[in-house]
Structure formats: structure tokens, C-alpha cells
């Protein structure tokens, strides 16, 4: 896994905790449907101009990176939480 960002947000994520959750969802997702994970890689881009939150491509989840911010308040946290579930 690996993540791509803009050089001036890079300071303000925390990608120990987003390939934390990553691997969470994935091992839930594997265990739960029974099925390997199809891909070799789930990279993760942020974005600042895209149209929606989240969109999934094969082996990369596209961002918004109105997400990436030093303090996200507990609702922002939870959103971006469930959106690299739902990327997933």
C-alpha cells in the first residue's frame, strides 16, 4: 500500500492509521466473504479537485483531501473512516 499526496498536506496525515484501517477492512472483508483480496496493492490518492468523496478503481481508492487535516473533529474522523471502508 502506498499513498499519494500533495507535498504540502503530507505533514498533516497520519498513514500509519490509514494502512491500519485499510488492512482491517480487508482482512474483515476476506474473512467475512470467504474470498482472498483480488488485488496485489490497494494504493490510496487524495486528491483536491475531484467530484465526489471517494471513488474505487482496481487497486486504488481515489480521495477527496478535504479529508487530510491535522485535527479532524470526531464526525470527520468517523466519515473518513467509513469512506476507506466503502473504498474498499
Partial sequence: MRIYIRDSLKD???????????????DWYCQTLGIKMPFSKMDH??????ESDVSEHAGAITYHDKFIKKN?????????NSLIGHGL
Fill in 45 to 50: 490518492v487524495f486528491i483536491p479537485e475531484i
Fill in 72 to 80: 479532524l473533529n470526531q464526525l470527520e474522523y468517523e466519515q473518513f
Fill in 12 to 26: 498533516d496525515i497520519d498513514e500509519f492509521d490509514i494502512f491500519h484501517k485499510s488492512r482491517s477492512f480487508i
